[in-house]
């Protein structure tokens, strides 16, 4: 099985926590518990951007099952923890059931109930938190103390980053013409993974990350040349209310091309046409690529004009419908 070197050097010359090596490494380590998804495509939205879009799902099982499928069984026998709003939280609930050890996971208590019941589901055991990273963090540790479990970070690991990577290998085997990535971002392990892979086959792929406005810390971090952490985060994108971490931060500053932000309604716009167009479910942190794509910050851009086709990584389909239901009854 190997082990996890947590504690080792990251990296390639450059010091990035992941490359494409670890990158293909983890593609084939998690073959066996992990969907390829299919593109999908839509001439009408394709009309309407004015571009080619190809959509393709990531799920956060990949990220997850490479950390806990990297770990050894000594690694392993003590059980595993994290902290997450939701869709990491089920991944590793999920990738810890299938490698049959205990799943720890740190919940704030904000989080959708569609999502809770996920990780109920898969049998993950839940400690509450406050609904602040230092919250989460704090008590994750204090689990890891006293169980012994090994921490699978949401974002800022290279097992999770690597594992986040295979999305774009996949995207470009089915779709080898890609020349523009947009690609939700938050705590950036899913856009990290996604520029190591995408600049090492082919720097000239443009990798754009999509933000809401309400929890625009990356954008800013891109302008201030530092990580910025926002003292509060409000956006309809539950998924999408992290800050970049200090594996995930060199990545998104030196590979990331530009930060696309949009509003809530923007994202609940392009939702509304991913269920009525596309015919898939999304969540508001999955559909904030094609608001991106839609928006005129991106098409008044120089990468609108050199971008040919698409891709749109769609992140999330957890949508709490016990919450629309009511809203439809009020």
């Known amino acids: 099985m190997g082990s996890r070197d947590d504690d080792g050097p990251t990296t390639e010359d450059q010091g990035y926590a992941a490359d494409i090596h670890s990158i293909r490494e983890a593609q084939v380590r998690i073959a066996p518990y992990v969907h390829k998804t299919t593109i999908l495509s839509s001439t009408s939205i394709n009309a309407i951007v004015g571009k080619q879009l190809f959509f393709k799902g990531a799920f956060k099982i990949r990220g997850a099952s490479n950390s806990i499928f990297a770990l050894d069984d000594a690694q392993a026998s003590k059980g595993v923890v994290t902290h997450s709003s939701g869709n990491h939280a089920a991944a590793v609930a999920l990738a810890a059931k299938l490698r049959g050890i205990p799943a720890y996971i740190v919940i704030p208590k904000n989080a959708p109930e569609c999502k809770v ?64 990535v947009i690609v939700p971002i938050s705590g950036g392990g899913l856009i990290s993974g996604v520029a190591l892979a995408a600049k090492a086959i082919n720097p000239s792929i443009r990798i754009l990350a999509a933000e809401p406005k309400g929890a625009d810390d990356s954008a800013q971090s891109k302008v201030a040349g530092k990580i910025i952490k926002l003292p509060a985060t409000n956006t309809i994108a539950d998924g999408l209310r992290a800050f970049l971490g200090d594996l995930t931060w060199p990545v998104v500053r030196d590979l990331v091309d530009d930060v696309i932000v949009v509003d809530d309604s923007a994202i609940v716009n392009a939702m509304k046409m991913c269920y009525e167009t596309l015919k898939v479910a999304v969540e508001p942190s999955g559909a904030i690529g094609l608001a991106a794509a839609l928006s005129d910050e991106f098409k008044q851009s120089s990468y609108w004009h050199e971008s040919s086709k698409i891709g749109i990584i769609v992140s999330g389909g957890n949508v709490d419908l016990r919450v629309l239901w009511e809203s439809l009854y009020k």
């Open 117 to 180: 019941d996920n990780v109920k589901r898969y049998g993950g055991r839940i400690i509450w938190s406050d609904v602040t990273m230092e919250s989460r963090e704090s008590i994750a540790k204090k689990v890891q103390e006293e169980t012994g479990a090994i921490l699978i970070h949401p974002f800022n690991d290279k097992y999770t980053i690597s594992g986040q990577g295979t999305v774009f290998l996949e995207l470009l085997e089915q779709v080898p013409e890609i020349d523009t």
